[in-house]
């Protein structure tokens, strides 16, 4: 084979290290990078955090929807693969960081904001209260109870055996091994526990399945005593046609009229056998918002979140140290300087992060001003392509920093993500968002009659009569997407 050489021109994008820690922080949802900054804190001695009561609340930053997109260097297009890279750095390499967060920060931002002294965003961050947990809620009620030592035990044992939803998963004799075996427990003594526990708030629990939970229920009521016979044969023997709505097989199988079966429904119907919602069993489920919504005149505008704005500076202590090099050898020199190096970059990486969501969010609420006036009727159709060419930067940017990000607005909170939708035609040319056809159709639900509800095509006729083309077949996904049932199994059990 003959040799030979041969010249070849390609372009390839390589990512550096600041850019790639840039783009993580940008990434992580709030919590996750509370975890990543406390990491840095822990490992790098030249970067501290500038506590939070030395931040005057007057300092706290608005993004005007008016702004100048020019001015701030949020992570751009450039920052992702298949784009060219003219910088991969969002400060001036001059910029002193070893001064306070604020010196270093806001000055990028200063002909982009708007102050609005005095304000107190403390009321936007979103703490879980510690929910008192099922096991919890039972096992205090059995304490005050006259039980002897050894029921009391018996008792834990059996509360160790509910599921989240309130439920018995162990078989007595199951229950009974648990046990210490030298308590000689027999499965009558654990099925006298259990029927107490029965009887304790919240109603039904220890039951092993629905069907023993709703009977508790039933035993419970105060009704006629016809139907509520009648209502204890349907759950013992005929749940299943109540399940699949099949009431013309439930009325032969019973042999009884049509007003006797509605009145024995209507008890059915009237029980709530769900326990769950009512108690927490962790304490994970909580959501601090990144960015808060506020009107300020006609406008709604986005900012940070004060509560959730980690700052943080160089130590000034160490950095003064490579200025006295008599008081260093190499090898600490070069530990400071590889320190002070990697504190500036981290500090970068995170502010370019508050740049890059403050944008983001800022165009936004820029383009869904109705839905915060109007609600979910009144969003406008958004596609991450729309942010990305306002805002001049690539997709996948647009994408890391809206996921797991959250907002929080006088409508509630919502994930930055909720806010795009695709768009359905109208028939005046216009669009509507999917979001606002779902909340059309989730309010046509709510007011359909029971006894008679609409069909997914009776839907979508009553949305074009409103100027909305949906095919019947987009209703119905929609529809299942609300976990909304089919008409059939929506209508009424009662009547």
Not at 36 to 56: C, G, H, K, W, Y
Not at 284 to 299: A, C, F, R
Request: aromatic share 4%; hydrophobic share 35%.
């Amino acid at each position: 084979m003959k040799q030979s050489l041969h010249l070849k021109l390609s372009q390839q994008l390589t990512l550096t290290p600041q850019l790639k820690q840039s783009l993580k922080l940008l990434q992580l949802p709030s919590l996750d990078l509370e975890n990543e900054i406390q990491i840095a804190l822990d490992n790098n001695p030249l970067l501290e955090r500038v506590e939070s009561e030395t931040i005057e609340n007057e300092q706290i930053q608005t993004v005007s929807l008016a702004q100048d997109n020019g001015i701030p260097q949020p992570i751009a297009e450039s920052s992702d693969p298949g784009y060219e890279m003219e910088r991969t750095d969002n400060l001036a390499p001059e910029q002193d960081l070893s001064a306070n967060w604020d010196e270093s920060f806001e000055p990028q931002r200063a002909s982009q904001v708007v102050n609005h002294s005095g304000a107190n965003d403390s009321e936007f961050t979103q703490f879980a209260v510690k929910q008192e947990s099922l096991f919890e809620h039972v096992e205090w009620q059995v304490k005050m109870t006259s039980l002897s030592d050894k029921d009391q035990l018996i008792a834990t044992t059996i509360l160790h055996c509910l599921n989240d939803d309130g439920y018995v998963t162990a078989e007595t004799e199951d229950i009974a091994r648990l046990l210490p075996a030298g308590m000689e427990i027999e499965a009558d003594e654990v099925n006298a526990v259990l029927s107490l526990i029965k009887t304790l708030d919240p109603l039904g629990v220890g039951a092993r399945n629905l069907q023993e939970r709703l009977l508790i229920l039933l035993n419970s009521l105060n009704a006629d005593a016809a139907a509520l016979e009648l209502a204890k044969q349907i759950v013992s023997h005929h749940l299943d046609l109540v399940g699949s709505h099949n009431l013309a097989k439930l009325k032969k199988s019973l042999g009884v009229s049509g007003d006797e079966l509605s009145q024995s429904l209507a008890l059915i119907t009237s029980l709530n056998p769900v326990i769950a919602p009512q108690f927490s069993s962790d304490n994970e489920n909580y959501v601090i918002p990144d960015v808060v919504v506020k009107k300020i005149g006609d406008t709604w505008l986005a900012q940070l979140n004060s509560e959730n704005h980690s700052k943080l500076r160089v130590n000034d202590t160490y950095a003064e140290l490579l200025h006295s090099s008599s008081k260093l050898d190499k090898e600490g020199n070069d530990y400071i300087q590889h320190n002070l190096n990697e504190a500036k970059n981290f500090i970068k990486g995170l502010m370019s992060r508050y740049d890059t969501l403050i944008l983001v969010s800022q165009e936004i609420v820029k383009r869904q001003q109705r839905f915060f006036e109007e609600g979910e009727t009144g969003m406008q159709p958004m596609v991450l392509h729309d942010i990305a060419n306002a805002l001049e930067m690539h997709e996948s940017t647009i994408s890391r920093a809206t996921s797991g990000k959250y907002l929080h607005s006088p409508k509630g909170v919502f994930e930055l993500k909720y806010f795009f939708s695709s768009a359905v035609s109208n028939t005046d040319g216009a669009t509507s968002s999917s979001t606002a056809i779902r909340s059309l159709i989730r309010t046509m639900v709510e007011a359909e009659s029971k006894a008679k509800p609409l069909s997914d095509n009776k839907i979508a006729k009553e949305l074009e009569k409103q100027g909305h083309i949906v095919a019947r077949r987009t209703v119905a996904k929609y529809r299942e997407s609300m976990q909304i049932a089919p008409s059939s199994q929506r209508k009424s059990l009662v009547g």
